[in-house]
């Protein structure tokens, strides 16, 4: 079982920045494909960003103000969120699933990964 765990969620004024981390129990590598998801109060958990083997795919409501990035020497995964509007106000997940070669998936659907953490709040002001 891989065991994924956020941090970095907090509170902040709309225009500010967070940056969010994600360790994995395991090594992680070009096998393993890993996204951000969120989940705000009364919706559906959808897709914001996701990371391969040198594939990134963004959500068009944070493209050009979030960066995903990985480490795979540290097991970790890093959203950086600059210019936050009132509307990115959720709970962030971070997801991950093995594949059996190398990572070229830009999925940003729930069903396709199979290992998540517990979340992390993030809320903004307006």
């Known amino acids: 079982q891989v065991q994924l765990v956020e941090s970095g969620g907090g509170s902040v004024q709309a225009g500010?920045?967070?940056?969010l981390s994600c360790v994995a129990s395991t090594h992680t590598g070009s096998r393993v494909c890993m996204a951000w998801f969120r989940q705000a109060p009364g919706k559906e958990r959808e897709g914001v960003a996701s990371i391969g083997l040198r594939t990134t795919?963004?959500?068009?409501?944070?493209?050009?103000?979030?960066?995903?990035?990985?480490?795979d020497d540290k097991n970790s995964l890093y959203l950086q969120m600059n210019s936050l509007k009132f509307e990115d106000t959720a709970v962030y997940y971070c997801a991950a699933v093995f594949t059996s070669t190398n990572c070229y998936s830009?999925?940003?659907?729930?069903g396709d990964y199979r290992f998540w953490g517990q979340g992390t709040q993030v809320t903004v002001s307006s």
């Open 57 to 71: 795919n963004y959500a068009d409501s944070v493209k050009g103000r979030f960066t995903a990035s990985r480490d």
């Open 106 to 110: 830009r999925s940003l659907q729930v």
């Open 16 to 19: 500010g920045s967070l940056r």
